[in-house]
């Protein structure tokens, strides 16, 4: 079976822009999160959704948005990045919205220049 | 504020001396305690979930143990590919309607042949 796939792997952006992320959760698995991970620190929860809803939101600014699709992939967008949205971008997929074992991909590192 | 300290930030050992990482953590109730290890450029990986005090969990040369303030990842006879992050992670009641983790910032271990 396939794991969590992130794309892009890679992106560089320059200050003002937007960027648009995408993953697709394990098949079966109804809950997608986002994580964000600056160098050297622990992931930072962003988003959870379940069943196509916003289940929770962590303490980042309304620039970063996302969303479900019917068929359990996602999209973070963030809109006018700051160089300290530069960050790998990491989401995880699992069965239920109140499961901890979380099944990660393997991220978007983000470059804001 | 909930809160996930580990320590220490980085460990280096030589083949086959065992140590432990340590994760303190302040929350309002614990609902439930991750480890994850992470390698570079990649996503964590799951490794064990504790609920209660008292509880154990082995995987290899890895045991984690839980108690009322803190959790401990023992490394017995670690081995080079030991070598990785690894990431502690609690889950709170009281979150909302998420099941979001929050991580403390890691120990690196670095294992030498």
């Known amino acids: 079976d396939a794991g969590v796939t992130q794309s892009p792997t890679h992106l560089i952006k320059t200050r003002g822009q937007q960027v648009t992320l995408r993953c697709s959760p394990i098949?079966?698995?109804?809950?997608v999160s986002w994580y964000q991970q600056v160098l050297g620190q622990g992931p930072q929860f962003i988003f959870q959704y379940y069943e196509k809803e916003e289940r929770g939101r962590g303490n980042f600014p309304d620039r970063f948005s996302a969303r479900q699709f019917p068929n359990y992939s996602s999209e973070l967008n963030v809109n006018a990045l700051l160089l300290g949205d530069s960050a790998l971008y990491l989401c995880?997929?699992?069965?239920?919205?109140?499961?901890?074992?979380?099944?990660f991909g393997e991220g978007s590192r983000l470059t804001v220049l | 504020e909930d809160q996930v300290t580990q320590s220490p930030e980085a460990l280096r050992l030589q083949e086959g001396e065992s140590s432990s990482l340590n994760c303190s953590y302040t929350?309002?109730?614990?609902?439930?305690l991750f480890w994850y290890r992470q390698d570079p450029g990649k996503g964590p990986e799951f490794l064990f979930t504790?609920?209660?005090a008292g509880e154990e969990k082995e995987k290899e040369r890895l045991k984690a143990t839980l108690t009322k303030k803190e959790s401990f990842l023992h490394i017995t006879a670690p081995k080079p590919e030991d070598s990785a992050t690894y990431l502690c992670a609690v889950q709170v009641y009281g979150s909302g309607n998420t099941g979001k983790l929050i991580f403390g910032q890691g120990t690196t271990l670095q294992v030498k042949p």
């Open positions: 995880a997929s699992s069965l239920g919205p109140f499961t901890g074992e979380l099944f």
């Open positions: 098949s079966g698995h109804k809950s």
């Open positions: 929350v309002s109730g614990l609902r439930g």
């Open positions: 504790l609920y209660s």
